[in-house]
């Protein structure tokens, strides 16, 4: 049976270098790490509602037009189920047009969603 070759460094003082040398790498890596290319911050969204908007009537004064929305990360919509009442809407081709009460219809749908730009405050 052969016995491990005996060296000329005690083995205290032995794991203290080692962990010095250890402990040194660690801190050189650190020193020559390149920073991670991520994202700054993330964003989400998620919320549906009722937006009451106010339409011109044709005499002037603001009709309600009552329209209901949601939207996530991954979808959008937006309805106008009805109008109650005739409002005046401009288009451009044919001027300001009256839409008549319970003839007007609108929904629109998105199931692509991207960020543009979050402007600071």
Known sequence: MSSAPRTSVPRRRGLRQLAAAAG???G??????????????????????VNVKEMPGPDGTPV???????VDAYYAQCIVEDNPAAFVMPTHAMGSVTIEPHA???AMYA?????????SA
């Open 24 to 26: 040194g790498a660690a």
């Open 28 to 49: 050189a890596a650190g020193l020559l790490a390149r920073p991670a290319a991520a994202q700054g911050e993330a964003y989400t969204v998620s919320g549906s509602g």
């Open 64 to 70: 309600p037009l009552r329209e209901s929305f949601a």
């Open 104 to 106: 007007f219809f609108m």
């Open 111 to 119: 199931r692509q969603i991207s960020l543009v730009s979050v402007p």
